[in-house]
């Protein structure tokens, strides 16, 4: 298939994806479930225009792709709303899924008696993690606020547990391999290089980021992307989980202030849809719809297994513990759909020749299927029945993407009186840290856009916005600082 064909066939399905969104998120419906039918009918079923069997080539897509996914979940985590549950996240996103995991492996022995341990045990492993995308399309779309700061926790859940389910992956698939690489050893470099490069890079990045002067605004986004594949590449060469790492280093950049952050939030939010339609997309072509009858019947078994056993079976108990009301644990139990992460693994099951690749992969397709559509046409009903959805009257949904571009926090009105130099001075002319945004111009009864070619006249009031309240003290005292002619003559003839 020539390039062009491609092209054109890819604009299509992301111009299609859009239209349809609407559609689908007025049902309840998270748009990525659109991306796997459309791969599936794109690939290798009988209406299929594209043939696609490199697995490795697709294992490094959708590594990438999922890298994007955690970076960037980890950009737009708002660590202050985040750290009042963080405890309870991060014992999910590990002891959880560690329960899940075994649990659905345990299950899965029994009702597919010609897998082994390790092979079904690597099933529970390939879906333990959820999907935080999955989950707030839904939310989002409904405008569904839920009380008790249940949404921070349960987005920093889905970004962190996909590097724990990432290890268990890769440590059955090298006990199934028979590699000799121990099990022991794997997991503490996992852990141990996953968090110093990801801690190391991130926090150099913040200083690299905010130190350096570039020409160019659109530089920032590479040097961000730069700073994303560095953190994850090294993790990985040197044995360490590149995915908690990336995770780690997404977190540390977006919970400081840096330079154009609003900018980078937006773009990491576009990149990592991409992403997704991408991992969805790609699931969906090396799915043959023919096969898929002998994994449907152990797929839906599963996907109900984790629903109503391994997923409350897992999370109740850990909520109990940090002493969190029974009703916020049923919902946390409800809310997990099985997406990006488990699309990964799924693949990395093909390209390391595994006996039972292709019945593991279509079992892993069914139960993403199924989960996307049963937990997510009833998770509103569930958040009603248990009362924790807020009043109507309430704010609309907050969760962490909706902070990530609060940026500047403080407010100050800036009066320009009579004498002062920037009088007569452009915007873009003013000297002000990068830290302060010129939000509105008020000028009489008019309010102006700040537009950097905007001329500044006496009497006019500055509305200035600041990361905090010394530095607009300190640009309030620069700009009322600027020594006008008027005066320097005045102190003169004195």
């Known amino acids: 298939m020539g390039l062009e064909i491609l092209i054109l066939i890819g604009g299509i399905v992301l111009l299609f994806s859009v239209f349809l969104s609407k559609a689908m998120y007025r049902f309840g419906i998270p748009t990525l479930i659109l991306f796997l039918v459309m791969g599936m009918l794109a690939g290798n079923s009988k209406f299929g225009i594209i043939e696609f069997n490199d697995f490795k080539l697709a294992e490094s897509i959708a590594s990438f792709a999922l890298l994007v996914i955690i970076?960037?979940?980890?950009?737009?985590t708002n660590w202050k709303k985040a750290k009042t549950n963080s405890n309870v996240s991060i014992a999910l996103a590990s002891v959880g899924v560690f329960i899940t995991a075994f649990a659905v492996g345990l299950f899965t022995k029994i009702i597919i008696k010609d897998f082994t341990?390790?092979?079904?045990?690597?099933i529970g492993a390939i879906i333990s993690s959820t999907d935080a995308a999955a989950v707030f399309s839904i939310l989002r779309s409904k405008k569904l606020n839920l009380k008790n700061n249940i949404g921070p926790l349960l987005e920093m859940e889905s970004g962190s547990n996909d590097p724990s389910a990432y290890m268990i992956t890769i440590i059955l698939i090298g006990a199934i391999t028979n590699n000799g690489t121990s099990i022991f050893l794997t997991f503490f470099l996992q852990v141990v290089n996953g968090i110093a490069i990801g801690a190391l890079v991130g926090l150099l990045g913040v200083k690299v980021i905010?130190?350096?002067k570039l020409e160019v605004d659109g530089l920032y986004i590479i040097l961000s992307l730069g700073l994303m594949l560095l953190s994850f590449g090294l993790a990985s060469y040197l044995g360490g989980n590149g995915f908690l790492a990336v995770y780690l280093?997404?977190?540390?950049?977006?919970?400081?202030?840096?330079?154009?952050?609003?900018?980078?939030?937006?773009?990491?939010?576009?990149?990592?849809?991409?992403?997704?339609?991408?991992?969805?997309?790609?699931?969906?072509?090396?799915?043959?719809?023919s096969l898929l009858v002998e994994a449907l019947i152990p797929g839906i078994l599963i996907a109900l297994f984790i629903s109503f056993v391994a997923r409350p079976l897992a999370v109740i108990p850990v909520m109990k513990i940090f002493k969190k009301p029974f009703k916020d644990s049923l919902l946390v139990s409800w809310v997990g759909f099985r997406g990006a992460a488990s699309i990964?693994?799924?693949?990395?099951?093909f390209s390391n020749n595994l006996d039972k690749g292709t019945y593991?992969?279509?079992?892993?397709?069914v139960v993403a299927i199924v989960s996307v559509l049963m937990?997510?046409?009833?998770?509103?009903?569930?958040?009603?029945?248990?009362?924790l959805i807020e009043a109507e009257d309430s704010a609309s949904l907050k969760v962490f993407t909706d902070y990530s571009g609060a940026i500047f926090t403080d407010l100050l009105e800036v009066h320009i009186e009579h004498g002062n130099e920037i009088i007569g001075k452009r915007i873009k002319e003013l000297e002000i840290p990068d830290t302060i945004l010129i939000v509105l111009i008020k000028r009489d009864y008019e309010m102006i856009p700040p537009r950097g070619s905007r001329e500044i006249l006496e009497d006019d009031v500055l509305l200035l916005a600041g990361a905090t309240k010394q530095d607009l003290l300190d640009a309030d005292k620069k700009i009322k600082g600027y020594k006008s002619k008027i005066e320097e003559k005045n102190n003169t003839s004195k």
Do not use: C, R
Request: glycine fraction near 8%; hydrophobic fraction near 60%.
């Open 344 to 349: 990964v693994f799924a693949i990395f099951v």
């Open 210 to 212: 905010n130190k350096i």
């Open 360 to 365: 593991i992969f279509d079992i892993v397709f």
């Open 249 to 289: 280093t997404g977190i540390i950049m977006g919970n400081t202030n840096i330079v154009y952050k609003a900018s980078l939030t937006q773009f990491f939010d576009g990149l990592s849809w991409l992403a997704q339609i991408l991992l969805f997309f790609t699931l969906g072509l090396f799915v043959i719809p």
């Open 375 to 387: 937990q997510g046409l009833l998770l509103v009903p569930v958040a009603k029945k248990l009362d």
């Open 117 to 122: 341990w390790l092979e079904a045990l690597l």
């Open 71 to 76: 970076f960037s979940g980890g950009f737009d």
